[in-house]
C-alpha cells in the first residue's frame, strides 16, 4: 500500500509539475513579499523547480524515509538553501515556509488528481509526513549554520579582545577587556609568551583597567600569567587596578606582593622605560628657560 | 652513556641542553655540575633550555635543585632560553620556581649574571670597609 501511494504522490507531481511550481510561486511571493530586499524572483523559481525535480527523484525511492539514498540530492538541495538563508539573515519561519509552502499546491493538486476518498485521505497524509520531515531538516541545517556563525563570533571576539601591543622596544603591553576566564587566560597567556619570544621583551605590563572584577579566580590566572612570563626571563607589571579591585584583592587575601602593581599605564611605562634604562624628558626646554628670563627680568624691574 | 657537557668560559660555566632531558641523565647533570663549581670555582652558571621541549614535575624540580645547589658555593644560576610551552607547563605544575633566575637568550642572561656578580662583588667590599 505505502509503496503504491509513493507512486502516486510522485508520479502525479511530475505530470502536473508546471501546475504546482506555478501556484507554489504564487504562494511563495506572498511571503518573501517583505523580503524584496534579500531574495529576487528568478532566483526562487530556479529554487524551487530544482526541488521539485529532487522531490520527485525521492518520492520515486521511497516515500516515508527521507534518509534513503533517493533523497540526498533533495537534502543537499536543502542544505545549501538554508544555509544562504541563514547568512542572507531571513527569519527561522521563513526558511522553513519554503518547504511547507508546497502542501498546499500540492494537496490542490492531488485532490483533482485523486477522486476515491479513502485514497486522497492517505496520500495526503504521505505527503504531510514527507514534507514535515523536510521542513523539519531544514530547521535543523537552518539551526546548525547559525550555531556556526555564533561560534565563529566567539572566536573572533576572544582573539580580537586579547592584543599584545608593543609600547616601546623591549617593552610589551597588554590591555586586557572583559571577563577573565581560564579559556581566556589561556589565550592570553600563549600570546604574550609568543609575542615575548618574537620581540625579546623583557617588561610586559598587564593593563587590567577593562576587567570589571577581580575575584580569587581571576587573580589565580593573573599570576599564573605572570610567573610564566617571569620563566621566560621577562618581568611583569600589573596596571589599571581601580580603587574597588585594590579593596577587594586585599579583602580576599590574595598577594600581589610578589608583582609590580601600579595605579595607571602611565606610571607602569615609566617605570618600564626606567628598568630598561631609558628616560623621557619634555622637549621644551627653551620654553622654560625663557620664562625663566622672563621672570628674571620683571624681578629686576 | 650520555652526559651533557659542562664549558669552562672565565667565571662562567656553561650548560646547553640540547637533547630531550630524561631522569638519569637529570641526576647526572646535577652531580656533575656541583663538582665543576667546586672544581673550577666559577661564580656564575649558565643554563640553556632553548631546545628543550618537554618537561615534566620531575625536571622541572631538578631545574630548581640545580639553581639552588649552586647558590649554596656561592655562584649565581640563570636558567635562559625557556620556550613558552615550557613555562605554562612549569606553571599548570605548580612549579614556578620562584629562586630560579631566568633570561630570554643567552647574551641577556650572560649581562645577567655579570651585573649580579659585580652586585656581589660590591656589597662584599662594603662589607670589608
Not at chain 1, 5 to 11: K, T
Not at chain 1, 109 to 137: C, H, N
Not at chain 1, 188 to 194: A, F, H
Request: charged share 20%.
Amino acid at each position: 500500500m505505502a509503496k503504491m501511494s509513493a507512486s502516486r504522490v510522485a508520479g502525479i507531481v511530475r505530470e502536473h509539475e508546471d501546475q504546482i511550481l506555478l501556484d507554489w510561486m504564487n504562494r511563495q511571493k506572498e511571503s518573501i513579499a517583505t523580503r524584496r530586499d534579500l531574495m529576487n524572483e528568478p532566483e526562487l523559481q530556479r529554487q524551487s523547480r530544482e526541488f521539485l525535480n529532487a522531490f520527485v527523484a525521492g518520492a520515486n525511492g521511497s516515500i516515508d524515509n527521507i534518509h534513503a539514498p533517493a533523497w540526498r540530492p533533495a537534502l543537499e538541495l536543502l542544505n545549501r538553501i538554508s544555509d544562504s538563508r541563514a547568512m542572507q539573515g531571513f527569519s527561522p519561519s521563513e526558511t522553513a515556509t519554503f518547504v511547507l509552502s508546497m502542501k498546499q499546491p500540492l494537496f490542490t493538486q492531488l485532490r483533482k488528481s485523486v477522486s476515491d476518498v479513502d485514497t486522497l485521505a492517505e496520500e495526503i497524509w504521505t505527503a504531510t509526513l514527507i514534507l514535515d520531515s523536510l521542513g523539519l531538516y531544514t530547521m535543523e541545517v537552518f539551526q546548525k549554520s547559525r550555531e556556526g556563525v555564533i561560534m565563529r563570533q566567539q572566536q573572533e571576539l576572544l582573539e580580537l579582545s586579547t592584543p599584545v601591543v608593543t609600547l616601546w622596544q623591549g617593552i610589551l603591553a597588554l590591555p586586557l577587556i572583559g571577563t577573565l576566564d581560564s579559556a581566556r587566560t589561556q589565550v592570553v597567556m600563549e600570546s604574550l609568551l609568543q609575542r615575548i619570544v618574537e620581540t625579546g621583551s623583557l617588561i610586559a605590563i598587564l593593563d587590567i583597567t577593562g576587567v570589571p572584577t577581580v575575584d580569587t579566580l581571576v587573580a589565580q590566572h593573573l599570576l599564573k600569567t605572570i610567573a610564566a612570563a617571569r620563566l621566560m626571563g621577562a618581568d611583569c607589571i600589573i596596571s589599571g587596578i581601580r580603587p574597588q579591585i585594590a579593596q577587594t584583592i586585599v579583602h580576599l587575601g590574595v598577594d600581589l606582593n610578589t608583582v609590580t602593581t601600579k595605579a595607571t599605564l602611565a606610571d607602569a611605562f615609566a617605570i618600564a622605560l626606567r628598568r630598561t634604562g631609558r628616560s623621557v624628558t619634555a622637549a621644551r626646554g627653551e620654553v622654560r628657560d625663557a620664562k625663566a628670563q622672563g621672570s628674571a627680568a620683571g624681578a629686576e624691574a | 652513556m650520555e652526559r651533557i657537557p659542562i664549558l669552562k668560559m672565565g667565571t662562567y660555566l656553561l650548560v646547553s641542553i640540547q637533547v630531550d632531558m630524561h631522569d638519569q641523565l637529570a641526576m647526572q647533570l646535577q652531580d656533575d655540575l656541583t663538582t665543576r663549581i667546586a672544581a673550577t670555582g666559577a661564580r656564575g652558571v649558565l643554563i640553556d633550555i632553548s631546545a628543550l621541549e618537554m618537561v615534566d614535575s620531575f625536571i622541572g624540580r631538578m631545574l630548581g635543585n640545580i639553581a639552588s645547589m649552586s647558590r649554596v658555593p656561592d655562584a649565581e644560576t640563570v636558567v635562559v632560553g625557556m620556550r613558552p610551552a615550557v613555562a605554562i607547563t612549569l606553571v599548570e605544575l605548580g612549579l614556578s620556581l620562584p629562586r630560579v633566575r631566568t633570561a630570554l637568550d643567552v647574551e641577556r642572561g650572560m649581562e645577567l649574571l655579570a651585573s649580579s656578580i659585580a652586585a656581589a662583588e660590591r656589597d662584599d667590599d662594603l662589607a670589608d670597609r
